[in-house]
Structures are given as structure tokens and as C-alpha cells.
């Protein structure tokens, strides 16, 4: 079941290594590679945390605000981009020994504003 300590792995900074489909709703579009340097840190007592993650390579910057719902035992993860300058719809869900799924909707702006569903899955 999911705590308020799910991400505590994930605070301080990193140098990460990203690799991504060029347009996920085609799975023969090929791959894109490219650095990032993250930092994540916590807050309301690791109920809540904030990451950016910079892509110099491409101009832009991300951010995400997760936040621990104390009644359902859920995290919602709120994603932005310097790209846009907005927040998109939350990914909603938990834990299950050690195991993250999260499903929201999402807009796709690289497909002309399509709606698209959304599942994360993460092992810790």
C-alpha cells in the first residue's frame, strides 16, 4: 500500500540518461536519447515532492508535483513544461508491493490536441 514516503528514493540531484519513443503512439518511430540533470526535494514531510528536470540539449525544462492524498492512499503526479507553461492533467495511483501504476488523460500537442490515455508503471 502506498505511504507518504513512496519517492523519498528519488530526492537530491541526478545526472540522468533519458530514452523515449519519438511519438509513443507510433512504436516504429524510433527512439530519442539525451542527458538530464534532475533534482527533486521534499515537502509537507515527504507527503509531497517537487521535480525539475533540465534538458539542455533541447531547450526546455520540466517540472513535477507529486502529492500524497492522505484518505484514498493515492499520489497524484502533475506534470509541466517550460515548453507550455502549464499543468496538465494529474496521473492518479499507488503502490502495490513496491510496484507504481498511475492512469490519467492526457493532451498530446504533438497530434494536433488528441486526448490520450496515460499509465505509468514503475517498480522500486
Avoid at 65 to 90: A, I, V, Y
Avoid at 103 to 109: E, I
Amino acid at each position: 500500500m502506498s505511504s507518504a514516503h513512496d519517492f523519498d528514493f528519488f530526492h537530491g540531484a541526478w545526472d540522468v540518461w533519458n530514452r523515449r519513443l519519438a511519438d509513443f503512439l507510433d512504436p516504429v518511430s524510433g527512439w530519442q536519447e539525451f542527458a538530464v540533470t534532475h533534482r527533486c526535494w521534499s515537502l509537507f514531510d515527504g507527503a509531497a515532492n517537487i521535480d525539475e528536470m533540465a534538458v539542455p540539449s533541447q531547450g526546455w525544462k520540466g517540472l513535477t508535483l507529486r502529492l500524497f492524498d492522505q484518505e484514498t492512499k493515492e499520489w497524484s503526479l502533475n506534470w509541466s513544461s517550460s515548453r507550455t507553461g502549464k499543468l496538465f492533467p494529474p496521473l492518479i495511483g499507488h503502490f502495490t508491493d513496491d510496484r507504481g501504476e498511475f492512469f490519467g488523460d492526457d493532451m498530446l500537442p504533438h497530434q494536433q490536441g488528441r486526448a490520450g490515455a496515460v499509465r505509468v508503471v514503475g517498480d522500486l
